[in-house]
């Protein structure tokens, strides 16, 4: 499994913006897609974005589609997620995850520990 390790979270008012990163120790990390997905209080685990092993396509829920931005450095191991005009229900625990499953959004095996992100009204 690749391990990840999430950074970048915190609080912030609504309309603000925040950058989460995420670094993998494995050094085939640029052959895999990457994911970003989300659990808020009480919900459950949900899709956020996705990015193709060369960068080439990215995708991203509807939910997030025009705010939120997925990148990645294949020379730095890491994947990005800018969120920008940030709301009150975009609060929840951030995770990256290795190798989703294209289209379904079934999340692959590895997974880091999350973020907090909190954002204030």
């Known amino acids: 499994q690749v391990q990840l390790v999430e950074s970048g979270g915190g609080l912030v008012q609504a309309g603000g913006s925040l950058r989460l990163s995420c670094a993998a120790s494995e050094r085939t990390f640029s052959s895999y897609d990457m994911g970003w997905y989300r659990q808020a209080p009480g919900k459950e685990r949900e899709f956020v974005a996705a990015?193709?092993?060369?960068?080439?396509?990215?995708y991203y829920a509807d939910s997030v589609k025009g705010r939120f931005t997925i990148s990645r450095d294949n020379a730095k191991n890491t994947v990005y997620l800018q969120m920008n005009t940030l709301k009150p229900e975009d609060t929840a625990i951030y995770y990256c995850?290795?190798?989703?499953?294209?289209?379904?959004?079934?999340?692959?095996?590895?997974w880091g520990q999350g973020t907090q992100v909190t954002v204030s009204s």
């Open positions: 990015i193709s092993w060369s960068g080439g396509s990215t």
């Open positions: 995850n290795a190798d989703p499953a294209v289209g379904s959004w079934i999340p692959g095996d590895s």
